[in-house]
Nanobody, 121 residues
């Protein structure tokens, strides 16, 4: 059974950066597609970035150039680097694990509890 635990959220000012981490508990971390999503109150969930088991990336249009996903296989961790944050990035950020391994339109079945990011001056 896969368990995911996000960390790193907080309050930052516009233009600043944050690093979010997701710790993966379970077997065969390297075979999973890992992803980050976010959902703000009253809004639909949106994909931020996904990283397949063979290194292919998918990044949401509004995040390209600002958000970067990476994987540390030695630590069973996936990291989301958030740069040049904007007030509209305020949301709860969720980690996702997909055992299919590729980049599919739908997320995998495993979710973390989320970590809140607030961007405000």
């Amino acid at each position: 059974q896969v368990q995911l635990m996000e960390s790193g959220g907080g309050l930052v000012q516009p233009g600043q950066s944050l690093t979010l981490s997701c710790a993966f508990s379970g077997n065969d971390f390297g075979s999973y597609t890992m992803g980050w999503y976010r959902q703000a109150p009253g809004k639909e969930r949106e994909v931020i970035a996904r990283l397949s088991n063979d290194g292919h990336r998918l990044t949401g249009k509004s995040m390209k150039g600002r958000f970067t996903i990476s994987r540390d296989k030695a630590k069973n961790t996936v990291v989301l680097q958030l740069d040049n944050l904007k007030p509209e990035d305020t949301s709860v950020y969720y980690c996702n694990a997909d055992p299919r391994g590729g980049l599919y339109a739908s997320p995998g079945p495993s979710w973390g509890q989320g970590t809140k990011v607030t961007v405000s001056s």
